[in-house]
């Protein structure tokens, strides 16, 4: 089984930055797409930024300029800095990984998985 923490999340004031992590654990051997995914109160999951596993990125419109994308490979590790945040940035916000591994059987397994969430909240 393959498990995403995320962390990073908490209260900034409108202007402030937050940078999230998420670590993906288990027998993984690689992982290809990754992407952070947010949900506000009362609304649908929502993409926030992608990235290959060569690097190749891709931002919703209303981070574009503001939230950065990346991850280290070597760590199995994906991140995401934003900065200028806004009260409409208020979600709480998911990663997801294209992840192949392992099982207890040895059998190389492909699955996408989620991390259980991390709580941003912008507000004076």
């Known amino acids: 089984q393959v498990q995403l923490v995320e962390s990073g999340g908490g209260l900034v004031q409108p202007g402030g930055s937050l940078r999230l992590s998420c670590a993906a654990s288990g027998n993984i051997f690689s992982i290809n797409a990754m992407g952070w995914y947010r949900q506000a109160p009362g609304k649908q999951r929502e993409l926030v930024a992608t990235?290959?596993?060569?690097?190749?990125?891709n931002y919703a419109d209303s981070v574009q300029g503001r939230f950065t994308i990346a991850r280290d490979n070597a760590k199995n590790t994906l991140y995401l800095q934003m900065n200028t945040l806004k009260p409409e940035d208020t979600a709480v916000y998911y990663c997801n990984a294209q992840v192949n591994y392992y099982n207890k059987y040895g059998d190389p397994i492909a699955e996408g998985s989620w991390g259980q969430g991390t709580q941003v909240t912008v507000s004076s």
């Open positions: 990235i290959s596993s060569v690097g190749t990125t």
